[in-house]
């Protein structure tokens, strides 16, 4: 990687990932050195307890950010405004969607899309190892966000998300749930940070793409179906309430 301006950042947030992070950045920065553009990697702690910072700092290369736990949003947030690529990617600490995935993103970005999302819905798209119950649950989730918040897309919580940097500093500076003020936070914190996002999108315009991708689900999940279900819901709703109250017309 150069230190000149990238053309590719990727944004990594991580919540006590001291086990996985080492296996996902070697990956991660093993598949940069063999492209031909600049790239930069930001991990973002998200108020980690446990050896999350130590382990990202020691894979050369890697610039980490420490900010407070306030969940998953507010800390991908943080490493979006703070990249300085040409486009932005935003992925798991686990690396769920393979980081090869990201060439179909930059081909949408390329053809014009200005945000482009993974999908593990539709033709073409891939689950392996998931429960059937957290499928059906994330088909219940993607139906209420549909009602209330976004039509049209299939799957908003795939955490493989890029953007070009323009717009990924519009959105995330119009954000309200997950902002400055966001609270601080006990234990692993599960967000529906994206449901707002891509409202944001579509409300400023912005040309959605869904893309198929291949993903595996992480046996070592900290989601907590009761807790992290209701949270989500608390925030998809949030999102209607700050636009009915005009929140997002600034």
Known sequence: MSAETPLL???????????????TLNHVMGYLARQSYASEVLVVDDGSSDGTVASATAIPGVTVLRRDHRGKGFAVRAGA??????YVLLCDADLAV????????????VAGANVVIGSREGLGASRQGEPW????????????????????IKDTQCGFKA?????AQDLFRRVRVYD???PILRG???????????FLARRCGYRIAEVPVRWNYGTETK????????????????????????????
């Open 9 to 23: 950042s990727i944004v990594i947030p991580a919540y006590n990932e001291e086990g996985r992070l080492p296996t």
């Open 81 to 86: 405004l703070a990249s300085r690529g040409s």
């Open 98 to 109: 393979p980081i090869e995935e990201w060439e179909k993103m930059y081909a949408h970005l």
């Open 133 to 152: 119950y957290r499928h059906v649950m994330g088909r219940v989730f993607n139906v209420i966000i549909r009602g209330v918040a976004i039509q049209g």
């Open 163 to 167: 953007m070009s940097r323009a717009v």
């Open 180 to 182: 400055d003020n966001a």
């Open 188 to 198: 692993a914190a599960v967000t529906a940070y994206d449901v707002e996002l891509l």
């Open 223 to 250: 989601v907590s179906p009761v807790r992290d279900s209701l949270r989500n819901l608390r925030d998809v709703f949030t999102v209607r309430l700050n636009d009915l109250r005009g929140r997002y017309n600034t």
